[in-house]
Nanobody, 127 residues
Framework: VQLQASGGGLVQAGGSLRLSCAAS????????MGWFRQAPGKEREFVAA????????YYSDSVKGRFTISRDGAKNTVYLQMNSLKPEDTAVYYC?????????????????????WGQGTLVTVSS
């Protein structure tokens, strides 16, 4: 499985960006997907996740109401729409996928649940 993240960049506080993660190597529509981020000097943290069907989404408290995760099965791509960006959103953003379906809601939030990781895309929010 290969995951290719893109869409990062430099944006002013209050602005928006849309990240994309293109997946290849397996039946994309059958698997859950997640986004994580890692800021300099900090541990990787959960941002958002979406179930294989797209029917369930999960967000960290820090991004809830500002970020939206979605997926397009026809394009094998998952998106992260980020609005009202803040300087504290500055980080490298990673998309990730598990080998098997995540049945437990709490599993979506844990990085250990994911087996495949993209290379990361840098988001920098200036104040």
């Amino acid at each position: 499985v290969q995951l290719q993240a893109s869409g990062g960049g430099l944006v002013q506080a209050g602005g928006s960006l849309r990240l994309s993660c293109a997946a290849s190597g397996r039946t994309f529509s059958s698997y859950d997907m997640g986004w994580f981020r890692q800021a300099p000097g900090k541990e990787r943290e959960f941002v958002a996740a979406i179930s294989w069907s797209g029917g369930s989404t999960y967000y960290s408290d820090s991004v809830k109401g500002r970020f939206t995760i979605s997926r397009d099965g026809a394009k094998n791509t998952v998106y992260l729409q980020m609005n009202s960006l803040k300087p504290e959103d500055t980080a490298v953003y990673y998309c990730a996928a598990p080998k098997a379906m995540l049945y437990s809601g709490s599993s979506y939030y844990r990085s250990a649940s994911y087996d495949y990781w993209g290379q990361g895309t840098l988001v920098t929010v200036s104040s």
